[in-house]
């Protein structure tokens, strides 16, 4: 079955500090992966996906994503991490071997990431 | 401007009654699914639709039903049978792939979000 695990539920890091949040998934081919962002009262934004290729993605507002099939990990990061990031953030994952699934994502529960002045 | 729409922001919903969310893409996107969420539960798939006059149940979709008549709009009605539906519900859309096998079935297509609509029961 595909699944996504997000273990921290609240990240916490200081304004100019690097951010790291984490995401593994469970998929039973290969996987096509994906981080959104949540501001609050908002729908999800899409910040990046891994399709094929270079394992580190870059997206949007400087974030970046690090692909590592072993450990079957997608971690989300930002070298320098500003208060406007704040927000709840979602890793998701679809895979791309399973015809059934038609295309759905199957999303993490989530990780609220705080960026302290 | 290109988007996804839902209306409305916030509706009230009484006991024993449906209540009908909508939600209108000009992406010209095929596909479009209907997700919820709940604190602390990330988001639960309701129904989703790959084409016009289609749709698939997801992971939740007791006590709700939609239609795809058009291609531009899929709505959700929360009906009776829900009995739980304070929540927020978020639409979202995405092309499928063309010219594949299986169109559609094997896609890194990104999907894409509307702004949400909160249903409280009241």
């Known amino acids: 079955a595909q699944s996504v695990a997000q273990p921290e539920d609240q990240v916490n890091v200081a304004e100019g500090n690097p951010l790291t949040v984490k995401c593994t998934y469970s998929?039973?081919?290969?996987?096509?992966l994906f981080w959104y962002v949540q501001y609050p009262n908002r729908g999800l934004q899409f910040l990046l996906k891994?399709?094929?290729?270079?394992?580190l993605v870059k997206g949007s507002y400087g974030f970046e994503a690090e692909f590592n099939k072993s450990q079957t990990s997608f971690h989300l990061k930002k070298p320098s991490a500003l208060v406007s990031d704040s927000a709840l953030y979602f890793c998701?994952?679809?895979?791309?071997?399973?015809?059934?699934?038609?295309?759905?994502?199957?999303f993490g529960r989530g990780t609220q990431l705080t960026v302290w002045p | 401007d290109g988007g996804i729409t839902q209306s409305p922001k916030y509706l009230f919903r009484k006991e024993g009654q449906n209540v009908t969310l909508s939600c209108e893409q000009n992406?010209?996107?095929?596909?479009m699914y209907w997700y919820r969420q709940d604190p602390g539960q990330g988001l639960r798939l309701i129904y989703y639709?790959?084409?016009?006059?289609?749709?698939q149940k997801g992971d939740i979709a007791e006590g709700y039903s939609v239609s795809r008549e058009k291609k531009e709009s899929f709505p959700l009605t929360v009906t009776s049978a829900q009995k739980n539906p304070t929540a927020f519900y978020l639409c979202?859309?995405?092309?499928?792939?063309?010219?594949?096998?299986?169109?559609?079935?094997?896609?890194?297509?990104?999907?894409?979000f509307g702004e949400g609509s909160w249903l409280t029961v009241v």
């Open positions: 992406l010209n996107h095929d596909a």
């Open positions: 639709s790959q084409i016009v006059n289609d749709f």
């Open positions: 979202a859309s995405s092309p499928r792939d063309r010219g594949t096998t299986n169109p559609g079935l094997k896609s890194g297509n990104t999907i894409y």
């Open positions: 998701a994952v679809r895979d791309r071997d399973r015809g059934s699934t038609l295309g759905r994502l199957y």
């Open positions: 891994y399709i094929t290729g270079d394992n």
């Open positions: 998929v039973s081919g290969n996987p096509y």
